[in-house]
């Protein structure tokens, strides 16, 4: 408890987050139902802010395993990049609820800290521990399945990396529930594999999920880039600078790069070296 003291008083403020009050009548005995109430008081105020983290210090001196609070309190060091407090308060989170923050560690040492071994080995235990059903990402974009295929791919076993995306995106079409990005994903693994037909069906199935994503079509570029198909290149080029500039989207996050994230430098830089090849005689 010295430790998270010492940890409060280096704080920065963070903007107002709204989270749903937890219902402490849940908790029969009397440190668990104080420190719910506790967690209830701080999360009123802005995300780490001085109320807000004192009323958590106070709910974890009640009841020092009360994994909500702990978590709570992390987040606002998550995200000014002090990772290491992060994760002084998120593993004790989970020693106190595996099922409930495992997710949570495991998104963020991939999506925070490119940690893809130990998120991947978070995510696996989640996913034995809720029997294939993992859940969600922590901003809503991918099945957590999704997040074990990327570790998988960016630890360089893009056949594993498959597997996993194969399975889970199956399960989600029958569903008519595949994600917002998880067709481009797989086709970026297909592209580093050299499956370039295949890249580009899975990239033709994400623009009828996200038609306006500039993101795809400049990988639809260098696919067809690959199979010097320079005409095709250029046009899907050229369609993912219009997107990107002036009609459609990208993405982007305000705390970190997206995985496969495209900047309009990369696709300008494509341009001009697909303009300058197909001047020459």
């Known amino acids: 408890m010295r430790i998270l003291l010492l940890l409060f008083f280096a704080m ?8 749903a009050q937890t219902n402490c009548n849940v908790y029969n005995d009397k440190p668990h139902k104080t420190a719910c109430e506790l967690y209830n008081s701080a999360i009123q105020y802005s995300q780490g802010s001085r109320q807000s983290q004192t009323l958590f210090l106070e709910s974890l001196k009640a009841c020092p395993s009360f994994a909500p609070s702990l978590h709570e309190m992390s987040v606002p ?3 000014r ?17 595996p099922a409930g923050y495992l997710g949570t560690r495991g998104w963020c040492l991939f999506k925070f800290l490119k940690d893809y071994q130990r998120s991947f080995n978070d995510l696996n235990r989640l996913y034995h521990l809720t029997n294939g059903q993992p859940g969600y990402s922590g901003d809503g974009d991918y099945d957590l399945q999704i997040v074990m295929a990327l570790c998988k791919r960016d630890m360089g076993d893009n056949k594993a990396a498959i597997l996993i995306f194969n399975k889970c995106i199956r399960e ?8 917002l990005f998880d067709y481009l994903h797989r086709g970026v693994t297909y592209l580093a594999m050299k499956d370039y037909p295949t890249a580009i069906t899975d990239f033709n199935l994400e623009i009828k999920k996200y ?10 570029g260098l696919t067809y880039l690959k199979l010097h198909q320079h005409a095709n290149a250029l046009r899907y080029f050229n369609q993912s600078r219009t997107l990107f500039t002036k009609t ?18 990369d696709i300008t830089q494509q341009i001009n070296i697909m303009r300058d090849t197909m001047r020459r005689p």
């Open 12 to 19: 920065l403020c963070c903007p107002l987050i709204i989270i």
């Open 77 to 79: 060091y998550l995200k």
């Open 81 to 97: 990049g002090d990772f290491y407090t992060w994760k002084l308060l998120i593993d004790q989170a989970v020693v106190s609820d």
């Open 172 to 179: 989600h079409e029958k569903h008519q529930t595949t994600g």
């Open 211 to 220: 038609k306006k994503l500039a993101d795809t079509y400049y990988y639809l």
């Open 248 to 265: 459609g989207y990208h993405r982007s996050d305000p705390y970190c790069e997206e995985p496969d994230q495209v900047y309009l430098a």
